[in-house]
């Protein structure tokens, strides 16, 4: 009898050109052999260029989603990105709670880095009430960080390490501290009770990086759903990642910030 093939929910924002959000999720997870499935949280209107405008989805018809999706076909880990507003999250959560759900990797969403926010007021609070104790593993980058711990923004591995401690202390069991947009070569910190680890990476010249952090988080995702263990799955997908975003250039979409390659090592 084959293997049964991992499953993966995704919970997040519809991107119309493809490059972020549940389509980059979806695509992650194909990437990585894995079946995939999705519960929109918001439509957005958003390409290479930026976010122009985004529309929440009621949290009646998120949870519906998402038990649609769970009721039938377990996953065995899940995505959350763009919850958009504290009610949707309240909605996931209770949700979550009628259900099996495991290795969820919470990507916690709040603004792009062009355009309008994606997240209405309170959303920070409630991510950390609700959500994060929920998740294996929390995936902020210095901005959203800097948000969710009512700190300045983080400008080395020291203070990316002193706010993932804030974050464990308000509930989250994981947290890795996204740092790409730290000058020179970037360094990721997860965070776990008692254990800090630095995790090295390349800068890749290219202007390809829309997306980049749902595909990371997916791919971590995907990891966990495998079986790996946490620091094995980061490690994994960060190096799928570097080399999605080398051969982002290959795709020639957009004249902004276009995604990277999620299918770099499929299409020959």
């Not at 991510?127 to 294996?136: D, E, H, K, V």
């Not at 776990?192 to 997306?211: C, L, M, Q």
């Amino acid at each position: 009898m084959p293997a049964k093939i991992p499953r993966l929910l995704s919970i997040a924002g519809s991107d119309p050109s493809g490059g972020a959000g549940i389509q980059a999720d979806l695509k992650t997870f194909s990437a990585f052999g894995c079946y995939g499935m999705a519960a929109i949280t918001a439509l957005t209107a958003q390409n290479t260029r930026g976010v122009t405008a985004a529309y929440p989805i009621a949290p009646d018809i998120v949870a519906a989603q998402i038990e649609a999706a769970m009721s039938d076909i377990a996953p065995d880990a899940i995505k959350i990105g763009m919850v958009a507003t504290p009610e949707i999250a309240q909605a996931i959560a209770e949700t979550f709670a009628r259900y099996d759900a495991r290795n969820i990797v919470l990507d916690p969403v709040l603004v792009p880095t062009q355009g309008v926010s994606l997240a209405s007021a309170g959303l920070e609070k409630a991510l950390i009430a609700t959500l994060a104790p929920l998740a294996r593993l929390v995936t902020p980058n210095l901005h959203e960080a800097s948000a969710l711990t009512d700190t300045p923004r983080a400008t080395n591995a020291d203070e990316m390490a002193a706010q993932g401690r804030l974050l464990i202390e308000a509930g989250a069991r994981a947290v890795l501290m996204k740092g790409g947009d730290l000058d020179g070569e970037p360094i990721d910190v997860l965070i776990e009770a008692g254990e800090t680890r630095v995790f090295g990476g390349r800068r890749i010249n290219t202007r390809h990086t829309h997306g980049t952090g749902c595909a990371l988080s997916s791919a971590i995702a995907c990891e966990l759903a495998k079986g790996a263990p946490l620091i094995n799955a980061i490690a994994a997908a960060k190096a799928w990642l570097e080399g999605a975003l080398e051969a982002a250039a290959s795709l020639d979409l957009g004249d902004g910030r276009g995604p990277p390659h999620h299918f770099f090592a499929l299409w020959r």
